[in-house]
């Protein structure tokens, strides 16, 4: 027997408990989730995905407590059980970005880099949103297809304009990852002309030797690009 298989045998239990026990022994619902709630809380995501399986099991159509118990197995080890949760998720609730978010971790954990790659550039294409780049931006690096990160990161900061600090410091902490300097420092710079008083950025730039004043900020290479005739 897998262990997949031994994870799943709480929630069959339940399941047949559930057409053997009289009504009266059964824990109300939402006793059920807020014990799951508070496991999560002590970090005791066993306990966690066995409540939220239960409640599951009991309402198969509750798309929110699905997530939890994703996040719960993605917790205890368990990506691909994971999957299965937040698939039927997403299928609910296709536009919400914690469960793609959630998803995407599952399969990238599971190995299906793939899948992860297929539905969030889909994400992306479909919405034309500089998030959504962003995100296929973020597990492509995680992933380690960094060439792929890059594209989808630029294009992230090319829909955003370059309005945005999160985009920029996004580029920044990706090349910093790469060990390129040059192009990290040039990003921070661009974060600093968007928000001088970023905590995060001046410490980034003085860790690179660099004194974060009101003039070393760059204007971001996509607001430029659009002022260009």
Known sequence: MTRSTLRLLPLLATALLLGACAGDSQRGLHMVEASGDRAVQDKNFELASSEYGEVVARRPGRWDTRVKL?????????PA????????????RPTNARVLDL?????????DTNAMTRELRFAAEESGKAADWYRLGV???????DDAAEIALLTAA?????RRIAFQKG???FYTSLGDQKKALQRYRMALFLDPDDADVQ????????????TFGLVPREQASALTP
């Open 70 to 78: 994703g996040e719960a197995l993605i917790n205890t080890g368990e």
């Open 81 to 92: 059980l994971a999957r299965e949760q937040l698939e039927v998720a997403y299928t609910m």
């Open 103 to 111: 998803l995407a971790t599952a399969m990238l954990d599971s190995g």
């Open 139 to 145: 597990f492509l690096a995680r992933a380690g297809d």
């Open 158 to 162: 090319r829909l955003d304009g370059g």
């Open 171 to 173: 580029l920044a902490k």
């Open 203 to 214: 410490l980034a730039l003085r860790s690179m030797g660099h004194v974060p004043g009101p």
